[in-house]
């Protein structure tokens, strides 16, 4: 099963702010869509209560990290840690597991994910939360899809994909 990560961090590794995401890229968001679709995405409890409606994303496995024992929502599982949430995904015959954040379950996720999809916004922006730095002597960029003049977007931006090197 590879693990990959997928997120939209500014120039200066914001990701989020007050609880949501200070930009509104339409287009990136139906990037996460179109790319987690039918696969299995592994959250932190902030982010999980983040949506817009506190709900289950439609059509994904959707698995929540939380430290408290006796949480439930209605269409997910609640596991207590990174690696129990990867086993879900795994007995479930997965091939490609998405860690969606935030950053507490970035930093997590750093350490073990073969795969990052990165939305880099190019602009800095004042934030609370942030994704960590990619390390260019871990990780290679193997694709970039730069956006600009995105009429619905404040900001370009560039689609990255990085693969931790050594792999094969
Ligand atoms: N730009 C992006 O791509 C993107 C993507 C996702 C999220 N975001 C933003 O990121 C922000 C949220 O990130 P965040 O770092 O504050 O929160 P988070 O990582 O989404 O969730 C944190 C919660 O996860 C649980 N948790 C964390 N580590 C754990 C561990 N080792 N074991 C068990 N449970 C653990 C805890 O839940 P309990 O408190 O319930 O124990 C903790 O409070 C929001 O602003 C959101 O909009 C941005």
């Known amino acids: 099963m590879t693990i990959s990560m997928i997120a939209a961090a500014t120039e200066n590794n914001v990701i989020g702010k007050d609880g949501d ?7 990136d968001l139906k990037y996460f869509m179109r790319t987690t679709l039918g696969h299995s ?10 949506f817009d409606v506190i709900k289950p994303l439609a059509n994904r496995t959707n698995i929540v990290i939380s430290r408290q024992a006796n949480l439930q ?10 690696a129990a949430a990867l086993d879900i995904a795994r007995a479930n015959q997965e091939l490609e597991a998405f860690i969606i954040g935030g950053q507490q379950i970035y930093q997590m996720g750093m350490n073990i994910a073969d795969k990052i999809y ?15 730095n990619i390390d260019p002597t871990i990780w290679q960029l193997t694709s970039a899809n730069p956006i ?11 689609f990255n994909v990085w693969e931790r090197k050594g792999k094969d």
Not at 73 to 82: D, K, N, Q
Not at 118 to 132: N, W
Request: aromatic share 16%; charged share 20%; proline share 9%.
């Open 21 to 27: 995401m200070p930009w509104h890229i339409p287009k």
């Open 148 to 158: 600009t003049n995105d009429p619905r977007s404040k900001y370009d931006y560039t």
């Open 73 to 82: 929502y209605p269409g997910a599982f609640v596991v207590a840690s990174l």
């Open 118 to 132: 990165l939305t880099r916004i190019h602009t800095e922006l004042v934030g609370d939360t942030f994704f960590p």
């Open 41 to 50: 995405i592994i959250m932190g409890r902030k982010t999980f209560e983040s």
